[in-house]
Protein backbone atom coordinates (compact mmCIF):
# COMPACT_ATOMS: atom_id res chain seq x y z
CA UNK A 1 0.00 0.00 0.00
CA UNK A 2 1.32 3.40 -0.94
CA UNK A 3 0.28 6.48 0.72
CA UNK A 4 -0.30 9.44 -0.98
CA UNK A 5 0.46 13.25 0.95
CA UNK A 6 -0.79 16.15 -0.20
CA UNK A 7 1.51 18.47 -2.16
CA UNK A 8 2.53 21.90 -0.91
CA UNK A 9 0.25 23.44 -3.36
CA UNK A 10 -3.07 20.83 -2.16
CA UNK A 11 -2.12 21.66 1.31
CA UNK A 12 -2.73 25.54 0.19
CA UNK A 13 -5.88 24.95 -2.07
CA UNK A 14 -7.07 23.13 0.66
CA UNK A 15 -6.19 25.85 3.30
CA UNK A 16 -8.44 28.36 1.24
CA UNK A 17 -11.04 26.83 0.35
CA UNK A 18 -11.78 25.90 3.94
CA UNK A 19 -11.61 29.55 4.40
CA UNK A 20 -13.58 30.26 1.45
CA UNK A 21 -16.64 27.48 2.69
CA UNK A 22 -16.20 29.13 6.41
CA UNK A 23 -19.97 29.80 7.26
CA UNK A 24 -19.50 33.63 7.88
CA UNK A 25 -17.14 33.77 4.55
CA UNK A 26 -19.65 32.50 2.53
CA UNK A 27 -22.47 35.18 3.66
CA UNK A 28 -19.67 37.75 3.17
CA UNK A 29 -18.89 36.79 0.29
CA UNK A 30 -15.69 37.93 0.53
CA UNK A 31 -12.25 36.88 2.09
CA UNK A 32 -8.75 38.05 2.57
CA UNK A 33 -6.34 35.63 2.17
CA UNK A 34 -2.76 35.77 3.22
CA UNK A 35 0.31 33.22 2.43
CA UNK A 36 2.01 31.75 4.71
CA UNK A 37 5.62 31.95 4.85
CA UNK A 38 6.40 28.40 4.36
CA UNK A 39 4.25 28.38 1.22
CA UNK A 40 5.42 28.75 -2.13
CA UNK A 41 5.09 32.29 -4.06
CA UNK A 42 5.05 30.17 -7.53
CA UNK A 43 2.08 28.02 -5.50
CA UNK A 44 0.46 30.91 -4.40
CA UNK A 45 0.47 32.66 -7.76
CA UNK A 46 -1.07 29.60 -9.20
CA UNK A 47 -3.77 29.05 -7.03
CA UNK A 48 -4.88 32.88 -7.00
CA UNK A 49 -5.16 32.64 -11.01
CA UNK A 50 -6.93 29.03 -11.37
CA UNK A 51 -9.41 30.48 -8.78
CA UNK A 52 -10.16 33.37 -11.26
CA UNK A 53 -10.50 31.26 -13.89
CA UNK A 54 -12.03 27.48 -12.53
CA UNK A 55 -13.91 28.71 -9.48
CA UNK A 56 -15.20 32.10 -11.01
CA UNK A 57 -13.79 34.16 -8.16
CA UNK A 58 -12.38 37.32 -8.52
CA UNK A 59 -8.83 37.72 -7.02
CA UNK A 60 -7.76 41.39 -6.10
CA UNK A 61 -3.98 40.69 -5.44
CA UNK A 62 -2.48 43.70 -2.21
CA UNK A 63 0.39 42.42 -2.02
CA UNK A 64 2.43 39.35 -2.90
CA UNK A 65 1.21 37.77 -0.44
CA UNK A 66 -2.34 38.68 -0.02
CA UNK A 67 -5.22 39.14 -2.02
CA UNK A 68 -9.13 39.67 -1.53
CA UNK A 69 -11.48 36.74 -3.07
CA UNK A 70 -15.36 38.00 -3.65
CA UNK A 71 -17.33 35.23 -5.27
CA UNK A 72 -20.96 35.59 -6.24
CA UNK A 73 -21.59 31.95 -5.93
CA UNK A 74 -19.80 28.96 -4.35
CA UNK A 75 -18.43 26.79 -6.43
CA UNK A 76 -14.88 25.54 -5.40
CA UNK A 77 -14.84 21.71 -7.78
CA UNK A 78 -12.88 22.31 -10.25
CA UNK A 79 -10.38 24.92 -8.58
CA UNK A 80 -8.61 22.42 -6.26
Do not use: C, K
Amino acid sequence: MVLSFPTPYERLARRVANAVASAGNRQRRQLVVIRNPHESIMDWSQLMARLEIAADIRVVQITDSDALLSWRHWSWGAAS
